[in-house]
């Protein structure tokens, strides 16, 4: 007998995995290609024809990418696998995580900070890169493009080349498809379309010579941060009945649209169905899933940072708000002083509603936070209130929003969130920066009806959950114990549930009572059952 044919080993885990095939490798070339392409344009190579080069350069950078998935995918059999994700060094922080980190991070600094290193021309012809998308930026928006719209143009290449990826790998799971048609379609149309098509109506006898703000309509405040500073507000009132259509949905969105549908679907409508920073995170970020910490510890940095951000994005956007207001009560409904008691009338409404219902729900340490927090902004609004100082908080209003728009909606969002993807994980920006994520998971802890129920009696403590948990939530922890999973940072993207190999986790809505329930059943199916037992 020839034993070389056969496998000695006694590993669980499989063996690692090989090295490329022939056709991933022609599909990296590939992709490499149309960097270079880029690469060349930052370096000032002329191309006679742009449109043909920056054809050329992102179908590469997009046939790269489904070309490698098809051949990593297509001949397997559907079903989550390991695939030796700690045995290769692009997604276990080994030499290429940490140069394609280093290459992230790099580009992001440039794009924030030295968009002329790209090419930008504030008075001229664009050079660069960014001339190279000149053709593709005039034929929607009739503009010359900017670094942003080469970043959006990138970002949407990335999201729907990567989500076919996603969707070949996650084939067998048909919330995972539907989900990421989702992103795929939200990022592509109303991220990254209709905005420049916005763009390209200003004037146009449609509008009859109006106005027309660019405007990402899935970009709610506080991701969207600027969205009410003046020459937002000004753009929006200057742009007749469509303009202030948009305002007023803008403020809808915050306080009726989101909470209606956080409350039936959890924060996933939108972390995981609608948001582009969670769509790039899903698609792109795949594969870097397993690195987030599941420590305690981390758990713990992140309650304190996100909710940190909440605070002050909500000082920053109070005082930027109250900065143009007016004062005489005969001209404007809204004024300085209506506005400042409108804001301490409604957090205090929402802190007496939290410690009056919901207290229970709290750790202790998130109770005297949240006094902690409210105590703050109250002194502080007060101490202007009754000062009569010009600036509200302490601080300029452009202090605060500059300080805000560099710390986090620059460095934390962008640098770190997006470039330390090998590094940290794909949702390190989604779990302890983005305040748009915190309040709806605040909204999702105390009053949804989502949760994930658990099966403890078919759980054999694989790990796969927490293992894939982009969040760092121990999922199996939860499993184990048949405790039903309402957590203020899960996203509901569902993967615990796909990586199961005995279906243990299902992504449910239901009622309220009996969602927060740590005395589920250990063994055994029937949840329900025993849920009447326990009440007795």
């Given at each position: ?10 590993a ?5 995995p090989?090295s ?11 992709g ?15 191309f ?17 990418v ?9 001949q ?18 080994g ?8 290459a992230?991070?790099g ?5 924030y900070?030295?968009p002329?290193?790209l090419?930008?021309v ?10 190279l998308?000149?053709p593709?930026?005039?034929?929607l ?5 900017s ?7 990138l970002?949407t ?5 990567f ?9 067998h799971?048909?919330?995972e ?6 992103v ?32 990402d ?37 915050i306080f ?8 039936k679907y ?11 920073c ?11 899933r397993?690195l987030?910490?599941?420590s ?27 900065s ?39 750790q202790?340490?998130a ?9 703050i902004i ?5 101490m202007?209130?009754?000062?009569g100082?010009?600036?509200?908080f302490?601080f ?9 728009s ?51 009696g ?9 293992t ?13 114990k048949?405790e ?17 190999p005995?279906g ?6 239901g009622?309220?009572?009996?969602r927060?329930?740590s ?8 949840v ?9």
């Open positions: 007998m020839n034993y070389q044919t056969h496998s000695r080993s006694m669980l885990t499989g063996q690692p090989k490329l095939s022939t056709n991933q490798k022609l599909a990296t070339f590939l490499v290609a149309g960097l270079v392409v880029m690469l060349l344009a930052i370096f000032n190579i002329s006679p024809n742009k449109t043909l080069w920056l054809t050329l350069s992102l179908a590469a950078l997009f046939v790269g489904l070309w490698f998935s098809w051949d990593a995918y297509s397997k059999l559907p079903g989550i696998k390991n695939d030796g994700v700690y045995f290769k060094s692009i997604s276990s922080r030499f290429w995580a940490w140069v394609a980190g280093i992230l991070t580009f992001y600094i440039i794009l900070f030295y002329e290193y090419g930008l504030s008075k001229g012809d664009n050079k660069g890169v960014i001339a998308f000149d593709l930026s005039k034929a928006s009739g503009n010359p493009a670094q942003w719209f080469v970043y959006g143009t970002y290449v990335a999201i729907l080349a989500g076919i990826k996603f969707l070949w790998k996650y084939r799971n048909r919330y498809r539907l989900r990421t048609f989702s795929m379609f939200f990022q592509t149309a109303f991220a990254f379309i209709i905005p420049e098509l916005m763009a390209r109506l200003n004037g146009d006898k449609i509008l009859n010579g109006g106005s027309l703000p660019y405007y309509l899935k970009n709610i405040w506080p991701l969207n941060y600027y969205n009410f500073e003046s020459y937002r507000i000004k753009g929006f009132l200057s742009s007749g009945d469509i303009g202030f259509a948009l305002l007023i949905f803008g403020i809808l969105s009726v649209i989101t909470p209606i549908l956080t409350y959890g924060k996933r409508w939108y972390c995981s169905w609608v948001c582009g969670g769509g790039l995170a899903e698609t792109a970020g795949d594969s870097f397993h987030s910490d599941k305690t510890f981390a758990w713990r940095v992140e309650r304190w940072v996100v909710h940190s951000v909440v605070v002050f994005v909500t000082l920053m956007t109070t005082a930027v708000v109250y143009y207001l007016g004062t005489d009560t005969s001209k404007y409904w809204l004024t300085k002083s209506s506005f400042l008691i409108g804001v301490a009338t409604l957090l205090t409404l929402v802190f007496g509603w939290v410690m009056l219902f919901k207290r229970d729900q709290l202790k340490d109770q005297y936070g949240a006094i902690g927090y409210f105590v109250m002194v502080l609004l007060g202007h209130f009754f000062s100082d010009g600036n509200v302490l300029k209003s452009e202090t605060l929003r500059k300080s805000y560099f710390l986090i909606g620059s460095i934390f969002s962008g640098v770190i969130g997006t470039g330390f993807y090998p590094i940290f994980g794909n949702r390190v920006w989604c779990r302890f920066g983005c305040p748009m994520a915190a309040i709806l998971g605040f909204q999702q802890r105390l009053f949804s009806k989502f949760r994930i129920t658990t099966n403890g078919q759980c054999i403590s694989c790990g796969n959950c927490s894939y948990c982009e969040m760092g939530i121990d999922v199996r922890a939860y499993a184990q048949g039903n999973i309402v957590r203020s940072s899960c996203v509901g993207c569902g993967i615990c549930s796909a990586v199961c005995r243990v986790l299902k992504l449910e809505n009622p309220l009572q009996g927060i329930d005395n589920q059943v250990l063994l055994g199916n029937d329900d059952l025993m849920s009447l037992v326990n009440q007795k």
